[in-house]
């Protein structure tokens, strides 16, 4: 089954501890991006990755990473997570600049 | 401004209605439109491209107006199935995979 997973889908984390989620897509896509999404702000990218080893940040990239060694995964790290950084994230891949494929999501809460 | 905004709603409408959709954006040189759908608490999911000769897909019509910078969905007959809410997008001609998301108009479908 065609599909982008992301894991984990609920996380609970405290101020500065570092924290990973791992995206994968088993597509073959080349592209791949990173969403976080809050009320009222709808949808806001991150960083989107346009091949292996190619990254580029997105609208709100800020106290993000992500790095691309292999096409099938593109994680998320935050480095030190802040209570903003709370949110709903959605990774997604795309063959093509039309349409992308979702992830379920992840619910990142930071205390 | 937002480089894409939507219609605030919620539209609230019985079933059988017609409801029209608009979102506005401010790159005049923005090269790919969309409407994505999303349900609550789940990922947003491609409903169609939007082309300047307009596209139809059953009882959902999507029209693209350059000149004005406007783009607009149609759906005619709503069912109750049709409750979600509705997210314009739009890729910026950057050479990238930049892409915007408006913040969403929810739609609620009553019988």
């Known amino acids: 089954e065609a599909q982008v997973t992301q894991n984990p889908r609920y996380l609970i984390t405290v101020t500065g501890k570092k924290l990973t989620v791992t995206c994968s897509q088993n597509m073959n896509h080349e592209y791949m991006s990173w969403y976080r999404q809050d009320p009222g702000l709808g949808l806001r990218q991150i960083y989107y990755s346009m091949n292996v080893e190619v990254t580029d940040k997105g609208d709100v990239p800020e106290g993000y990473k992500v790095s691309r060694k292999e096409k099938r995964n593109f994680p998320l790290i935050l480095e030190s997570p802040s209570p903003n950084q709370t949110s709903l994230y959605f990774c997604a891949s795309s063959s093509t600049l039309y349409e992308q494929y979702f992830g379920p999501g992840t619910r990142l809460t930071v205390t | 401004r937002k480089e894409v905004e939507q219609d605030p709603g919620p539209f609230n409408v019985p079933e059988g209605a017609t409801v029209a959709f608009n979102c506005t954006y401010s790159?005049?040189?923005?090269?790919?439109f969309f409407w994505y759908r999303q349900d609550c608490r789940k990922e947003p999911k491609l409903l169609m491209s939007v082309y300047s000769s307009g596209n139809e897909d059953g009882r959902f019509t999507a029209q693209l107006n350059r000149a004005s910078q406007y783009i607009s969905l149609l759906i005619r007959d709503s069912k109750l199935s049709d409750s979600a809410t509705y997210l314009c997008?739009?890729?910026?001609?950057?050479?990238?995979?930049?892409?915007?998301f408006g913040a969403g108009t929810r739609l609620f479908v009553k019988a």
């Open positions: 997008v739009v890729t910026p001609n950057t050479g990238g995979f930049k892409t915007i």
């Open positions: 790159n005049s040189a923005s090269q790919s």
